[in-house]
């Protein structure tokens, strides 16, 4: 088991950046993977960013690209998600992911943490 844990939210305006930081503990040694999703009101959770935990490659979403940086410090089993020039649309909850296999879902997720951003 992965237990996962993400922080860093808050209410920022338009243009301004937040960090967001999710903390992993348990069977790290297992991570394959660990990803950002969002989740907005009314909306389903769609993915944001990932990177993989050993090699460190990253992918986005087209909404992410350009603006987002997702990073890692294996040393501190954490990832991060750095996310600048944000818009209202970006508001939403944030929740952090990791699985064990690349060739199945994420299986575990950090609580979420708020991000409002106002226009």
């Known amino acids: 088991q992965v237990q996962l844990v993400d922080t860093g939210g808050g209410l920022v305006q338009a243009g301004g950046s937040l960090r967001l930081s999710c903390a992993a503990s348990?069977?790290?040694?297992?991570?394959?993977?660990m990803g950002w999703f969002r989740q907005a009101p009314g909306k389903e959770r769609e993915f944001v960013a990932q990177?993989?935990?050993?090699?460190?490659?990253?992918s986005y979403a087209n909404s992410a690209k350009g603006r987002f940086t997702i990073s890692r410090d294996n040393a501190k089993n954490a990832v991060y998600l750095q996310m600048n020039d944000l818009k209202p649309e970006d508001t939403a909850v944030y929740y952090c992911?990791?699985?064990?296999?690349?060739?199945?879902?994420?299986?575990?997720w950090g609580q979420g943490t708020q991000v409002t951003v106002s226009s």
């Open positions: 992911a990791a699985r064990n296999d690349g060739r199945t879902l994420y299986d575990y």
């Open positions: 348990g069977r790290t040694s297992s991570i394959y993977s």
């Open positions: 990177i993989w935990w050993s090699r460190g490659y990253t």
